[in-house]
């Protein structure tokens, strides 16, 4: 009988493993200059809450983790900069001029730019994310050790 009540342990272990990845948190590896200077160009691990994107707490400002619209494989951290029915004005092509452009942000969208707008890929590329892609909220820096703390809203 012991060996059942090791492997039950293990299995309701797996479960709230799941269940906690899943719908409450997880960790994100971040690497790329896309968040410069927010996060580090060599990597950075964060903590991710998946609570704010459920219940629709996601305020702009916030630093965002979401499956890419492009290779839906790929998971991508960038931060909110508009929800749906803001309006959004954005230069177009920051390394060959300063033409600007103005969006609304369609129902059920958000708009997701990198910090370092010279080296990213954002929705001035691919334009309003769909709200169903978004996985969760990075609030906290674990590493690099320097970085250790919460994850601020950029002022503007």
């Not at 790929?74 to 033409?99: A, F, H, N, W």
């Not at 910090?115 to 769909?130: E, M, Q, V, W």
Request: glycine share 10%; aromatic share 10%.
């Amino acid at each position: 009988m012991g060996e059942w009540s090791s492997f039950t342990a293990v299995v309701r272990g797996l479960c709230l493993l799941y269940v906690t990845n899943k719908y409450l948190g997880t960790v994100a590896i971040t690497y790329g200059p896309s968040m410069l200077p927010t996060l580090n160009v060599t990597g950075s691990i964060l903590l991710v809450e998946r609570i704010s994107t459920r219940t629709g707490k996601l305020r702009p400002g916030d630093v965002v983790i979401f499956r890419s619209p492009e290779t839906p494989r790929k998971i991508v951290c960038k931060r909110l900069i508009g929800l749906e029915g803001d309006q959004i004005t954005y230069v177009v092509d920051p390394q060959s001029g300063d033409r600007c452009e103005t969006i609304v942000v369609p129902k059920g969208h958000v708009w997701v730019e990198g910090d370092y707008i010279y080296n990213t890929k954002d929705s001035r590329n691919f334009g309003a994310l769909p709200y169903g892609l978004l996985e969760g909220r990075a609030f906290w820096t674990l590493l690099p050790r320097k970085d250790f703390g919460p994850l601020t809203p950029k002022p503007e």
